[in-house]
């Protein structure tokens, strides 16, 4: 298995605002991946962030709007760009470990005011 | 695409009572197939996945799912649910070969004490 954390867990932002959220791993992980929960809905995945490479957006996503770092194997950043009250999600990163099982953050929950 | 269907967005049961959850998936190639439970404020936990051989597999807390390929079918069960059961499940599949998780729209299950 694998613990992975987020920051930060929550919070609230204006409008026209930008937001970064951390991905933190315990172990080394080729393959990341980031996923959108919005209120009352399943997970979206927004993209796959793999180490050494661009990260690959799912249609429907883009890369100015949720730039994404993959700087090594162990950590990984999405940012939410110009914000609008539409992007108040739970974010949440995963890490597919060998063995195809993959393994999800806490999460972080955003508001937008 | 890939896509996966959950019948059930609502269930409701007393304890002791059986569960059967649907899901269906679209994809014509070899699938992973997973179950994952989000218990209330806590993280996305993976229940049991399916990958190849026995096709009834049986996961944490007596929870089992049945992988039926000529009905595309990857169904949850248990034979009877505990209060503590009251969460929200997600079906989920992916192509190995690519890693990316598409999940159902989820199900919440309320055990009623």
């Known amino acids: 298995s694998a613990v992975i954390s987020q920051k930060p867990s929550r919070d609230i932002c204006q409008r026209g605002t930008s937001l970064t959220i951390q991905c933190q791993v315990d172990s080394q992980v080729t393959m990341m991946f980031w996923y959108r929960q919005q209120p009352g809905q399943s997970l979206t995945l927004i993209a796959t962030?793999?180490?050494?490479?661009?990260?690959?957006?799912e249609s429907g996503f883009v890369i100015d709007k949720f730039p994404i770092s993959r700087p090594n194997l162990t950590f990984s950043t999405l940012t939410v760009s110009n914000m609008s009250p539409e992007d108040s999600s739970i974010y949440l990163c995963s890490v597919r470990l060998a063995g195809n099982e993959q393994f999800f953050g806490p999460g972080t929950r955003l508001t937008v005011l | 695409a890939q896509s996966v269907s959950q019948h059930n967005h609502h269930v409701i049961l007393s304890e002791a009572a059986s569960l059967e959850l649907g899901c269906n998936y679209s994809y014509g190639g070899t699938v992973n197939l997973f179950w994952y439970v989000q218990y209330p404020g806590q993280h996305l936990q993976l229940l049991l996945k399916?990958?190849?051989?026995?096709?009834l597999v049986k996961g944490i807390k007596g929870f089992e799912a049945e992988f039926i390929k000529s009905k595309f079918s990857f169904n949850l069960r248990k034979p009877s649910v505990q209060w503590s059961d009251t969460a929200e499940y997600f079906c989920a599949v992916n192509a190995p070969n690519t890693g990316k998780l598409i999940f159902g729209q989820g199900t919440t299950l309320q055990v009623k004490p």
């Open positions: 399916y990958f190849s051989g026995d096709p």
């Open positions: 962030a793999n180490q050494g490479s661009e990260a690959t957006y």
